[in-house]
Each structure stands twice: as C-alpha cells, then as structure tokens.
C-alpha cells in the first residue's frame, strides 16, 4: 500500500513569496489533515478535511493561509504571503476515520529567508 | 495552551533496557490516544493506540497505559534498541461536534546507547 505522497521535499523562499505544497493521501482516506510542525515541537493542526469539505480550520492563519482538496482527493496548502515565522515542516496526513491512526506523509521543510 | 504534556523532554537508556516514556493529558473528555515515533527528518510514525474505554494495550515490544485517573499515559518500549531512537509523541483526540481533532504534545526524545 502506498503512503501519503508529498511535494516538494524542501523549499526555500523569500518573505512575502508565495509557495504551494502538495498532497496525494492514502487510497480510499477521507479524512485528510495539514499540520505545521515548527523545530522542536509537536505537530499542529492547521486544516482538516472530510473528503472535500473542511471541518475544522480553527488554527489556520486564513490571512495568508489557504488549503484545498478537490474532488476529495488530493489538497494543496498555499501560504502568500509567506513570514519568517512560517519557517517550518508542514506534514500531510490522511486516516480512515476521523481523528484515528493518522498516516503521515514526509513532509515538506520551509525555510523563510 | 497544550492540554497534551510530557514529564521527561530526554530519555536516555542502555541497549536492552526497557523504556518509559510518560504524557500527562488535561481533558477529560478524549476518547482515544496514540503514539508516534519521529525520526530525523522524517514524519510522524503510528506506533500504538487506546481508546478510553481501555486500560492497557500491548503491540510488539511496545505496551500503552492509560491511567484516566490520573489523566496519565505511558508507553513502554521492551529491550530498547538503537533503531528506538526517536522523538515519541502522545496525542489525544478531542472527540466532539463535526471534527475529531488529534492534538499532540511535545515530544520526548528517547536515545539509546549501545
């Protein structure tokens, strides 16, 4: 069974750039999750969706942030414009069921100059 | 704030030994918890989950506690090896409403010494 499938490994930009990051979940996952994981901490939710509908994007900065998943499939994160403080890994996830044994892409390192 | 923690940032034990990781959790009303090891560089990896309704779970060489008493979890990791070391995070989910969100504490990172 293939895992979750992220793009790009790494990115490198410049504050106020824009930048995408793409994921492909688990064949047959509903539940689909963003979460940015800043060094040394825990992952934390930015975006959840249950096939192409968000169900919570409570700690989404929707200012800069955006997320989708068309067709309840694959989703995109887009952050512009982008803030040193968004230096981070920003991980995909996908689960079967909501909130349970989440599988984790390997995520996506950005780096803000 | 967090409501999922952890008593020990670093862990350090001898090849063989066995491991202790500890979480301490602050909302009542999660119904289900899992760990996960990080290794450098790489995603969250599932080792092992509990729901509420249970006090103990063993997978291979791993074994969860859950003391809802106390609102303590542990993991316990038998005849620990180098390939253990990792960062292990507990995460609970807050079941509730539309959305069953997993949070995750900190992490502990555990190393191993040959």
């Known amino acids: 069974e293939a895992g979750v499938a992220q793009s790009p490994r790494y990115k490198i930009i410049e504050k106020r750039q824009s930048v995408a990051f793409w994921c492909n979940p688990i064949?047959?996952?509903?539940?689909l999750y963003w979460y940015q994981q800043i060094l040394g901490q825990g992952p934390k939710l930015l975006i959840q969706?249950?096939?192409?509908?968000?169900?919570?994007d409570s700690q989404l900065p929707k200012d800069r942030f955006s997320a989708e998943r068309l067709k309840g499939v694959d989703s995109t994160l887009k952050i512009q414009p982008a803030k040193l403080e968004d230096s981070a890994v920003y991980l995909c996830?996908?689960?079967?069921?909501?909130?349970?044994?989440?599988?984790f892409g390997s995520g996506t390192q950005l780096s803000v100059l | 704030g967090e409501s999922v923690g952890l008593h020990l940032p670093t862990l350090s034990v001898q090849e063989g030994d066995n491991s202790i990781i500890n979480c301490a959790y602050s909302?009542?009303?999660?119904?289900?918890f899992i760990w996960y090891k990080q290794e450098s560089g790489k995603g969250p990896q599932f080792i092992i989950d509990i729901r509420s309704n249970m006090d103990k779970r063993q997978g291979q060489r791993v074994t969860v506690l859950l003391n809802k008493t106390v609102k303590h979890l542990s993991l316990q990791i038998a005849a620990t090896q180098p390939g253990d070391s990792a960062v292990y995070f507990c995460?609970?989910?807050?079941?509730?409403?539309?959305?069953?969100?997993?949070?995750f504490g900190k992490g502990t990172l555990l190393t191993v010494n040959p």
């Open positions: 969706f249950q096939n192409n509908g968000v169900v919570d």
């Open positions: 995460a609970e989910r807050q079941s509730g409403g539309s959305n069953y969100k997993l949070t």
């Open positions: 064949s047959g996952h509903a539940t």
């Open positions: 996830a996908s689960s079967l069921d909501r909130g349970e044994k989440l599988f």
């Open positions: 909302n009542s009303a999660s119904d289900y």
